[in-house]
């Protein structure tokens, strides 16, 4: 089983950047989709951004539009996020998860990430 690894949370200004990453190992990921989700306390898992690992189509939350990019490096492994202009309401324990389906949904994905957290302060 993959299991995603991911890294590069901590502590940001508002509008400030951080970038996560999410390493995955064990198999090719031809056909795969790696997605981010958040949870921020009290509230539930929503979608963030995610990626085709082939064809490096993308899509994003509104909330994160304009704000956050999602990439990939296949030769690594590895998605990013790269996310700018952050905001208090960004705060939360961000997920990597890789699945064949991807989308939006949480159900899209079966391999999930430990979570890192981000904050953003006021």
């Known amino acids: 089983q993959v299991q995603p690894v991911e890294s590069g949370g901590g502590l940001v200004q508002a509008g400030g950047s951080l970038r996560l990453s999410c390493a995955a190992s064990?198999?090719?990921?031809?056909?795969?989709?790696m997605g981010w989700f958040r949870q921020a306390p009290g509230k539930d898992r929503e979608f963030v951004a995610a990626?085709?690992?082939?064809?490096?189509?993308?899509i994003y939350a509104d909330s994160v539009k304009g704000r956050f990019t999602i990439s990939r490096d296949n030769a690594k492994n590895t998605v990013y996020l790269q996310m700018n202009s952050l905001k208090p309401e960004d705060t939360a324990v961000y997920y990597c998860a890789l699945g064949p389906v991807g989308g939006r949904l949480s159900s899209g994905y079966n391999n999930w990430g430990q979570g890192t957290q981000v904050t953003v302060s006021s």
């Open positions: 990626i085709r690992w082939t064809s490096g189509s993308t």
């Open positions: 064990g198999r090719t990921f031809s056909n795969y989709a």
